[in-house]
RNA sequence: UGAGUCGGCCAGACGGUCGCGGCGGCGGGCACCCGCCGACGAGGAACGUCCGGGCUCCACAGGGCAAGGUGGUGGCUAACGGCCACCCGGGGCGACCCGCGGGACAGUGCCACAGAGAUCAGACCGCCGGUCUUGCGAGACCGGUAAGGGUGAAACGGUGGUGUAAGAGACCACCAGCGGCCUGGGUGACCAGGCCGGCUAGGUAAACCCCACCCGGAGCAAGCUCAGACAGUGUGCGUUCGAGGGCGGCCCGCCCGAGCACACGGGUAGAGCGCUCGAGGCUGUCGGCAACGGCAGCCCUAGAUGGAUGGCCGUCGCUCCCGCGGCAGCAAUGCUGCGGGAGAACAGAACCCGGCGUACCGGCCGACUCAUCCA
């Protein structure tokens, strides 16, 4: 588990980071990154979400790959803006990634959807 | 040594590094939070959610019906559809294994195909007797017959005899099976033996059904406490002649009872407790064939909530494959050394226990059976 302020815990949360207005999104076949930002949360640290569903696999698989991505982003969390909201959406293929491809897709992925953000919006 | 049966156990190990959860201690601080240290932190199935309980709420959890479940006997247990022992039936040379194992003389239903006939059975062929016809080979009609053939999963006991025109439990002996009685053994299911009877009875209850026994309902999002939010309006019924409710159905009884139902509109779903000390584990001992129980000592062993118990790296061990060697052997093959490569299952607590069922790479230990060899 990540340290309790960067985890993020509200259903209303996710519904914000990954369908709510400002959003950016960039994906891959590994994983989809989901981003926001939002006035009420400006200056706080950031926070991140994991979603991993049942089409990834049975429960022992589902929490490997949970704990891969929870690993690498404790590492990564110096590198996002400050009041930034990420959920980190599993696909199927990720169960059977290695921890090295899962670091590599998150370096790509994460600085295109912070810089969607800074730049003002929503890059469907 | 080979083949096999049963039972139990394990579920890679060690180290480094970066993290997480609740708990305890110390410090900063004392609203809330942060830092350091310490021990602890998934399974044999945590799984499926198929049974049984504890616990919580429904006033008590009452009677009957319906529905549902169980089904040899005796025991164990909090309880069970579980476990143990035994009985009966079946399989195996044996260790041992398998059985949804009450009732088909309470009633109803069903039994395909084949076959002449399938449950108050049935004359197709055959066998026997009589009458008639005759070309003397036989044929037709009437009657008797369930011993033989053929069909089938199954054809109204089996073998031998008496008997007869031919036959038949028509009669007799023995055997099998059925029913009744008696004696002995066992708590019992049942077993052993004797006598008598009528001569013979199909299967299916995982079809309806009958019998005996069990069962109130809902579930930790149970439930309790605190905090917070909003906004009511209309219609109908009713206040001891009573609406409505009592958590899946119906009736009776009992209880609560001043609000309830419907329509439109509005709001919340946050925190804490429950939450882990329990039919608890380990060791010893006693009782019991055993399941299990009694006693004594020691131990405390996960409690998350977008959900911790891990990520990465290294070393060693295990299994399999390939290559090059060594030893034993006629050979198949076995043991072993070095190097390289691959693999390591099934699976993740969510209130807690007792079971069952299902999934699974492999490894270890013990008891026993059979065959062969040696003494």
């Known amino acids: ?3 309790a302020q960067h ?3 509200e259903r ?3 519904a914000a980071a990954i369908r709510g207005p400002g959003g950016a999104r960039s994906g891959s076949r590994l994983v989809v990154v989901h981003a926001s930002q939002t006035d009420t949360r400006a200056g706080l640290p950031p926070r991140v979400g994991l979603v991993v569903s049942k089409a990834v696999g049975n429960a022992v698989v589902r929490n490997r790959t ?3 991505l929870r690993a690498a982003m404790a590492g990564r969390l110096r590198g996002i803006p400050m009041g930034t909201d990420l959920v980190i959406r599993a696909n199927p ?3 059977q990634a290695t921890f090295a491809e899962l670091e590599a897709v998150l ?3 994460i600085p295109r959807v912070t810089a969607r953000l800074a730049t003002g919006g929503g890059g469907r």
């Open 7 to 9: 985890r993020l815990r």
């Open 107 to 109: 370096d790509q992925l």
């Open 12 to 14: 209303a949360d996710f």
């Open 1 to 3: 588990m990540l340290p």
């Open 93 to 95: 293929a990720a169960a």
């Open 66 to 68: 949970k704990r891969r």
